[in-house]
């Protein structure tokens, strides 16, 4: 079983749609990031949490730590958001490693 | 904006040849990562650097070397490149300053990868 669990690995969408994304971990962790790959590799960093909520623009990000739960919202999504949308948590164990989730490839079709 | 920067983004070269992947940052960032990644597949790391001449291998066995000589530069050498390292490269840096428990780690900040064909 990975440390980090993505779903779903794969998600369509219609635009305009609100979109979740979910990621569950199973290690003590210090921090979790969410990261967009769009085709071609690139890698942006979206959020930083280590509790509660952050919002950017149409992106909400939540984690609860006693769930070992973290959700990645998208409201009005958008062609533009299709892109691989990544999980990676930071633990005290593995100093400042990264564990990524599998990724989730979201499409939105307009 | 970032300020990381990896070179070649795309390079195809022969089996047997060497190969450095450069990574510079202007953030003054100690921490620097390399991670390699198939298509379609999850991110592995490869190297890590706490900072000047502090070098470590990842969780990924890996072929290639690095070298941390300054701060700002975290480049990455193949002596001898097989079809096997076809593979796209990531470079990444953070802050330091790491501290256990939460409410700590840094935002990590990723350089546009560079994709490397052997053939």
């Known amino acids: 079983k990975n440390e980090v669990e993505q779903s779903p690995q794969n998600l369509t969408a219609q635009e305009g749609e609100f979109i979740t994304i979910n990621c569950s971990y199973s290690?003590?962790?210090?921090?979790l990031h969410w990261l967009q790959q769009h085709p071609g590799g690139g890698i942006v960093s979206l959020f930083m949490l280590s509790s509660g909520k952050k919002k950017h623009g149409r992106l909400i990000a939540t984690i609860n730590i006693q769930e070992k739960h973290s959700s990645l919202h998208i409201t009005a999504s958008h062609p533009r958001d299709s892109a691989v949308y990544i999980c990676?948590?930071?633990?005290?164990?593995?100093?400042?490693?990264?564990?990524f989730g599998e990724g989730t490839q979201l499409t939105v079709n307009p | 904006e970032a300020d990381i920067y990896q070179t070649p983004r795309y390079l195809v070269i022969g089996t047997g040849k060497k190969i450095t992947l450069e990574c510079s940052q202007t953030?003054?960032?100690?921490?620097m990562y390399w991670y390699q990644q198939d298509p379609g597949m999850e991110l592995h790391l490869i190297h890590y650097?706490?900072?000047?001449?502090?070098?470590e291998k990842g969780d990924l066995s890996s072929e290639s070397t690095v070298s941390r000589i300054r701060t700002e530069h975290f480049p990455l050498t193949l002596e001898s490149a097989r079809p096997s390292h076809t593979s796209q490269y990531l470079c990444a840096s953070s802050e330091s300053g790491f501290m256990f428990g939460l409410g700590s780690g840094n935002t990590i900040y990723f350089g546009e990868g560079s994709w490397l064909t052997v053939v």
């Open positions: 650097s706490y900072g000047v001449n502090s070098t």
């Open positions: 953030m003054g960032h100690d921490k």
């Open positions: 990676a948590v930071s633990s005290a164990r593995r100093g400042s490693r990264l564990t």
């Open positions: 290690v003590g962790i210090s921090a």
